[in-house]
């Protein structure tokens, strides 16, 4: 087994510890040796984006993604030609935070529709407006595929392999996906798909919450803390290591009752169940 | 498009009606014309098993499955031992019924356990012993896939892909597959599977039920009445009847919404919507 990797590898989203401001998270981080944090649009939006990536930057923290760009499947022109023109913001914003990776979130199914296939050729037919958008100002557009449970109503791409039968139709450089363990650790096709998006160029992101149950209502908020569930993260880390990846190792839990605590306490824990899981 | 499937091809599985006891889904089902039903071993045998099977007959009621055998990832001796001897138990409770094919729920990691490859090698230990024991009885096993959500929990075998890579271990006569549209209606693999599984002779039943968000606490009681949701029931039916599937088309519903209401009256709307969708 592998060893366990340096913190400097460790990225913290914020969502993580959702209780955190902007600069109670660059204080936190600083205190803890943390590195690299992900972040959310909203948030960084309310704060101000330049002031936030002048906050980034004179902590010392690196972004290594912002959350999120997608929702590509609207049929209609107007809601349509608004989602295009949100992910065009968000890129900018990823470029202004320096953040290389915008991850998408593709999109349920619209209202009433049942046609899953014409909802994934939509997200296709956005991603060809976007790539060269996002490859001018140095951002890559990163596809997660959700877990299966969000296939309705959040993304339609729901494993990797979908993931990356829509990026490789474009180049690396603008399209590539993101391996989060909450959402493959189920696939037994994940381990063939980690390697494709390795050999690829494409794998941009990897990300880590652990899979606990009972799941709770509407399931957004049911992410585990590494180690109080069943994923394996050492055999996803072996994985994304032999496929060549060697970028941040992000942990991005939404969790009610991790947001109740002390952000400080739950930075310490998450660095620590990394240091143990990762 | 297909046309709409006759009345004779529909079972109602007697989960969708639970609010009903044996004798009432005997008595509703003559009333609206429904020949066929699913039955689910505890209720059974609470009323008795010959019983039950006496009742079926005397009603004319065909009896399509009986749910359920598996639970087969136990890794304890013991907890191994109970397991088997709780599947021929059902096994025999089928042939008891006249139904044909024991659906299983194959079962979830063991507490502690993350790994799910070495769950999936349990169950076909289980089959290898088990299968000769229902052949005898001339019931066929016929797995599930459970939606990855379940994967934890409740049943380690996620695709319908998995089921066949685990089916195809042993005869057809023996273990087949369950097409469940609930767990299975986001997988672009599932019509190349669906197929398979046809060419191979291993698709023993199909059930249908809705997928409607947002999913309620535990996710075990979230299913929609057909026509609810986002599932394309006609698509679905599409695929195993190109399959060469013509057997009884189960419908399968868990929802405390339906339990609340009068059961003839979501017995008569099943068999309208099963005309619409199906």
Redesign the interface.
């Known amino acids: 087994m592998s060893a366990a990797p340096p913190l400097s590898r460790l990225s913290v989203n914020q969502e993580t510890i959702k209780q955190w401001s902007l600069p109670e998270l660059a204080e936190g981080c600083a205190k803890e040796g943390v590195t690299s944090v992900g972040l959310w649009r909203a948030p960084v939006q309310a704060y101000g984006v330049e002031r936030a990536a002048r906050l980034m930057r004179e902590s010392g923290l690196a972004v290594t993604s912002l959350c999120r760009g997608g929702f590509l499947t609207d049929t209609a022109g107007a809601a349509r030609a608004r989602a295009l023109d949100d992910n065009r913001a968000a890129i900018d914003e990823a470029a202004a935070l320096g953040a290389d990776t915008l991850v998408l979130v593709s999109g349920g199914?619209p209202p009433g529709?049942?046609?899953?296939?014409g909802a994934r050729e939509r997200i296709a037919d956005g991603l060809a407006l976007l790539g060269p958008y996002a490859e001018e100002r140095s951002v890559r557009l990163a596809i997660e595929p959700l877990?299966?449970?969000f296939?309705?109503?959040r993304c339609?791409v729901?494993?990797l392999?979908?993931a990356l039968d829509l990026a490789e139709r474009f180049p690396a450089r603008q399209v590539g996906v993101v391996v989060d363990t909450y959402h493959v650790?189920?696939?037994?096709?994940a381990p063939a798909q980690i390697a494709r998006a390795g050999a690829g160029g494409r794998l941009h992101a990897f990300q880590l919450a652990d899979?606990i149950?009972?799941?709770?209502?509407?399931?957004l908020l049911g992410r585990g803390q590494l180690g109080d569930?069943?994923?394996?993260f050492r055999?996803f880390r072996d994985l994304v290591d032999a496929a060549g990846y060697d970028g941040p190792i992000e942990v991005e839990i939404f969790n009610e009752a991790l947001w109740e605590r002390d952000g400080g306490e739950v930075l310490r824990e998450t660095a620590e169940r990394f240091r143990t899981h990762a």
């Open positions: 199914l529709s049942k046609d899953l296939a877990h299966p449970m296939a309705s109503d339609v729901s494993t392999g979908q650790w189920w696939d037994d096709q899979w149950t009972p799941l709770p209502a509407g399931v569930g069943c994923v394996d055999a």
